[in-house]
Each structure stands twice: as C-alpha cells, then as structure tokens.
C-alpha cells in the first residue's frame, strides 16, 4: 500500500509578476523515487524549495510527512533531506568536521558522520580540507549532509552533476537501499538517460505547468510514441532478404542483415506475427521503445503547441 509523503495541491508561486510554478498537484509516496525532470528555469527548484517550506506558496497547499513546510514550526523538518543544486562548504574544513556541523544544527547523532562518510566514500578523505576534495568529492560530501538523520523525504536536485559514472552508479545504489527502506526519494535532474529504470515515476514540468507524471510504461502508453523493431535476418539463400522486404513492404533496410520498422503500439504484436508467418529468417529480434528523451521531447511540444 502506497502512503503519501508529499502532496502538493494546486499550487501556484510568483515571484514579482512571473510566475515560476502554475497550479501544480502531485503526490509522492513512501518507498518511491520519482524523477523531476524539465529544462532550465521549468520550476524544478521552486517546487523543491515549497516542499522543504524555504518559500510560502502565493496559492495552493503543500503538506510534507502531514505538516505545513512553511509554519514556523515544522516539526517534520529532521526528517527531510536536501541536498542544494549548487552545494557549497566552508573550504577550510574537513570533511569531517563539515559534517559534524550539519550534525548538530539538523540534531542528528554524531556517531553518524564518520558511518555516512564512509557510505559515500570519503572514508579516506575525511580528515582532509574540502577545499582540497575534488567537485564529485564535494557532491557526495553533500549527500552525506542530505543523509543525516535517516530522513523519510529526500529531496536532492541535480546530484549526480559532477559524479563519473562509477560514482552515479554507487550513488544509485544508496537511493536504492532508501527505497527498500521506505524512503521517498526526488531526484531532479537533466540527465534523462541515466533516470531510465533508476525512477519508479517521472514528473514532467515545463513553464511553471505540470505536464505528465506516470510511470516510464505509462508515459509511453499515453505519447503512443512508436516502438522500434529492428530484426537480424540469416540469409541462407541469396535473395531471402530482398525477397522478404519486397513481400512485406513497410520495413527499411540497414545494412546487409538488418531490417527495421518504427512499429504503432497497435501494430506491434501483429507485425511481429506477421514476420514470423511469413517465414522470415529471422536471427536476431530487438524491441527499442522510446527513451525517456523522446518521450520528453514528445510531452514538451505537445504542451508548446497550446496557445
Ligand atoms: N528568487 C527568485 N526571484 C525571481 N525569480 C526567480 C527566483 N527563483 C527562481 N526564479 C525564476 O523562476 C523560474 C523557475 O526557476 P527554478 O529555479 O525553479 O527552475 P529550475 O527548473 O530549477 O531550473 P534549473 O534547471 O535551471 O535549476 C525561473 O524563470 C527563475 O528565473
């Protein structure tokens, strides 16, 4: 059973005469990690900070863990995580020392510092000034700050800017054990490709308006973007091929073996049927569904073309 975490009800803010989020709902569940994704300027930052209550909405209602973010006091505060799109640390510390900080203002028990530098691989670095660590160094030393506490809510924006894909990769297993720990976790981010099969749900925001939220499967299944059929045909006899393309019509040649077609999600199942009734020789079958930039890229100019 789902149980919410975040709900945030038709909220709108401005900042002087632009409005920077338009009347925005959505919900976040515990145990889930959703992708907020969207161009520069979308609201991505502002629909984080609402959430962490660092600004009031000018309309609508955010509620985090059943309280109001923005009341004086928020006693759910301690058990949100956040980590800045820029993270920025007093140079002259150490890494151990810097998070020593966050320990006591958030009010977390010490005995967690050194645990989560490890975590995040800064084991042999802790002891070292943050101005000597590296720009991923730094990343992971905020995430060990976003960590502090075992929050409920994750809100991190843009972290994994800066990390090598061995780092992403070790970052994403972290997210993955604070899900199975029940924690919610948003990620926002740019980097479309590496979110495919990390997030469990991705929201779409453009202009201030929210526009798709659903699973990876669920956005494809409303974009009706076309699926990709791509079959490696094993030509026994000179002629197979051409003599199957020539039957067939619609598919494309790629090069001497491979044949493609960019399949309706209607059409799919019949055109795989298809091919094997007709004898095709096939070798080698490949389904590529849309990435997560094309449906991005398909929810965006839908939303461009309203007036
Ligand atoms: N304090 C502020 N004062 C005035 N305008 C602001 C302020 N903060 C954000 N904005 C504007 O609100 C809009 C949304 O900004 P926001 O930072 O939420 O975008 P974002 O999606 O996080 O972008 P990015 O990916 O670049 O971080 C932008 O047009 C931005 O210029």
């Not at 409920?152 to 297993?173: C, H, I, K, M, W």
């Not at 929201?203 to 939220?213: E, L, S």
């Not at 409303?222 to 020539?246: F, H, M, N, Q, Y």
Request: charged share 25%; hydrophobic share 40%.
């Amino acid at each position: 059973m789902s149980s919410e975490t975040v709900s945030v009800e038709r909220v709108a803010k401005s900042y002087g005469r632009h409005e920077a989020v338009k009347s925005v709902s959505l919900a976040l569940n515990a145990g889930e990690t959703i992708a907020l994704v969207g161009h520069n300027g979308a609201g991505k930052t502002t629909l984080i900070k609402l959430m962490l209550g660092l600004i009031r909405p000018s309309a609508g209602n955010v509620r985090v863990l059943g309280e109001n973010p923005a009341a004086g006091e928020f006693a759910a505060r301690k058990s949100l995580g956040y980590l800045p799109e820029n993270v920025s640390f007093n140079m002259a510390l150490t890494g151990r020392e810097t998070l020593a900080f966050y320990a006591r203002l958030k009010r977390a028990a010490l005995c967690q510092v050194p645990e989560l530098l490890d975590r995040v691989g800064l084991s042999a670095a802790m002891d070292r000034r943050v101005g000597t660590y590296s720009k991923g160094m730094r990343q992971r030393l905020g995430l060990a700050q976003a960590l502090l506490g075992s929050p409920q809510v994750l809100l991190l924006d843009e972290p994994t800017t800066g990390l090598d894909p061995s780092l992403r990769r070790s970052f994403y297993a972290i997210i993955d054990e604070l899900k199975s720990q029940g924690t919610t976790v948003l990620l926002s981010s740019h980097a479309l490709t590496e979110l495919e099969g990390k997030a469990d749900r991705v929201i779409i925001v453009n202009r201030g308006i929210k526009i798709a939220d659903g699973t990876i499967d669920e956005l494809r299944h409303i974009a009706r973007l076309p699926t990709r059929i791509r079959l490696k045909l094993a030509d026994r006899e000179p002629g197979t091929v051409e003599r199957w393309i020539s039957d067939t019509g619609r598919w494309q040649r790629v090069n001497g073996h491979m044949l493609e077609i960019d399949a309706a999600p209607e059409d799919k199942i019949q055109l795989l049927r298809r091919a094997a009734a007709e004898g095709a020789p096939v070798a080698d079958l490949d389904l590529i569904p849309p990435t997560l930039d094309e449906l991005y890229a398909h929810f965006l100019s839908t939303q461009d073309a309203l007036p």
